[in-house]
């Protein structure tokens, strides 16, 4: 069984840029989760999707994140514009029902300079 | 909101040492709790989860966990760690009919051969 995939790995870019990341979750996972992890702390949940509806976006900071997943496959978490504080892992989880066992991506590390 | 306490941040040892790990959480009602490991390089992933039960848990790896109601904690033990036990370990909580999961700030365990 294929994992979470999530590009890219790596991403570095200056502050008020913008940037882009993709998700794949397990195929038929109908929950789909996006995670912030900053340095020495543990990831903290960001959105929510029950299939392409949103269920928790209470920590997302709407003024400039943003995340969608229309065909309730794939997701795309997006930031614009950046700031050195968003410098983090992002991490992509997914589950075959809210509430089931999370498999974790292996993340994309974000530099803002 | 719920927290979740994790200490000693930073734990080395030897082989054939034992491990305790702690996780405190401040919630008190139902909860749904978890541990994850993150070796180096790779996805977190469960190690042991505790729903309802028998409140001594057993995992992957020769790990188990106990959950004490009464403390609010959820202790992470192996009697005899091996060099490939090196890895962050993440406690994570869940409030009982909600989706979303609290971790705490992980623990940097490094086993000396």
């Known amino acids: 069984e294929a994992g979470v995939a999530q590009s890219p790995r790596y991403k570095i870019i200056e502050k008020r840029q913008s940037v882009a990341f993709w998700c794949n979750p397990i195929?038929?996972?109908?929950?789909l989760y996006w995670y912030q992890q900053i340095l020495g702390q543990g990831p903290k949940l960001l959105i929510q999707f029950q299939n392409n509806g949103v269920v928790d976006d209470s920590q997302l900071p709407k003024d400039r994140f943003s995340a969608e997943r229309l065909k309730g496959v794939d997701s795309t978490l997006k930031i614009q514009p950046a700031k050195l504080e968003d410098s983090a892992v992002y991490l992509c989880?997914?589950?075959?029902?809210?509430?089931?066992?999370?498999?974790f991506g292996p993340g994309t590390r974000l530099t803002v300079t | 909101a719920q927290s979740v306490s994790q200490h000693n941040h930073h734990v080395i040892l030897s082989e054939a040492a034992s491990l305790e790990l702690g996780c405190n959480y401040s919630y008190g009602g139902t909860v749904n709790l978890f541990w994850y490991v993150q070796y180096p390089g790779q996805h977190l992933q469960l190690l042991l989860k505790?729903?309802?039960?028998?409140?001594l848990v057993k995992g992957i790896k020769g790990f188990e966990a106990e959950f004490i109601k009464s403390k609010f904690s959820f202790n992470l033990r192996k009697p005899s760690v091996q060099w490939s036990d090196t890895a962050e370990y993440f406690c994570a909580v869940r409030i009982y009919g909600n989706n979303r999961l609290a971790f705490g700030k992980g623990n940097q365990v490094v086993v000396i051969p």
């Open positions: 195929s038929g996972h109908a929950t």
């Open positions: 505790y729903f309802s039960g028998d409140p």
């Open positions: 989880a997914s589950s075959s029902a809210a509430g089931d066992e999370q498999y």
